[in-house]
């Protein structure tokens, strides 16, 4: 089976701490993203990143980077959190190819107080 | 931009009953794939079914089934049978065939089984 894991179910973090939210994968899948998950939102791609180091944006880059330094872990960072960040974060990785699914995290909630 | 539209927020259905759910999608490209993903309460998104856009023929896999309509740019989930295990958001998704993997999401509908 497929696993993604996120290092935590749930975090609560203050206005302007530096955060890292960590994902791995044990597939040697190629593709990780990183999404934001809102009620009335849907879910909305931050960033994605097809290869070790390579990195591109998704739709909501703003506010926050990426780091892909070994292909099982892609960390999101939020380099100064801000209330509005407060969300449902969920990773996500898959092999090459167009067709082939997704496979999701559990997620991690982020409450910025 | 390509944009996916879920007119339902919500929907519910009896126990063994069949329910679809709605979605469409605007885009200008042909070539493309859909997906359907389902979330479960507090559990993680699973995919349900996909859809190549190319082939005509509707995607099935067990319960659910799909009917992609093409030309209008629609691509509903039909649940058949219900089951209380069905209970979940649903999400329909676009991925371009132009060489991007970003998948576009639609805002999703809760689907709510009735014993």
């Known amino acids: 089976d497929v696993k993604v894991t996120q290092s935590s179910r749930y975090l609560v973090k203050r206005t302007g701490e530096k955060v890292f939210l960590e994902c791995v994968q044990d597939m040697d899948h190629e593709n990780m993203f990183w999404y934001r998950q809102d009620p009335g939102l849907g879910l909305r791609l931050i960033y994605f990143?097809?290869?070790?180091?390579?990195?591109e944006k998704g739709d909501i880059p703003e506010g926050y980077s990426v780091s892909r330094e070994k292909k099982e872990r892609f960390s999101l960072i939020l380099e100064s959190a801000s209330t509005n960040q407060t969300s449902m974060y969920l990773c996500a990785s898959s092999p090459a190819g167009l067709y082939n699914e997704q496979f999701f995290g559990p997620g991690t909630r982020l409450t910025v107080l | 931009a390509q944009t996916v539209t879920q007119s339902q927020p919500e929907m519910s259905v009896q126990e063994a009953e069949t329910v679809t759910l709605s979605c469409t999608y605007d885009t200008s490209e042909s070539d493309y794939y859909l997906f359907w993903y389902k979330q479960p309460p507090s559990r993680q998104m699973i995919l349900v079914i996909r859809q190549e856009a190319y082939k005509q023929q509707n995607a099935t896999e067990n319960r659910f089934s799909v009917n992609f309509q093409k030309a209008a740019k629609s691509f509903s989930l039909k649940i058949s049978d219900s089951q209380l295990g069905d209970a979940a958001m649903y999400f329909c998704a676009y991925r371009s065939g132009a060489g991007s993997y970003q998948l576009t999401f639609g805002k999703g509908t809760k689907l709510s089984v009735i014993p």
């Open positions: 990143s097809y290869d070790v180091k390579m990195k």
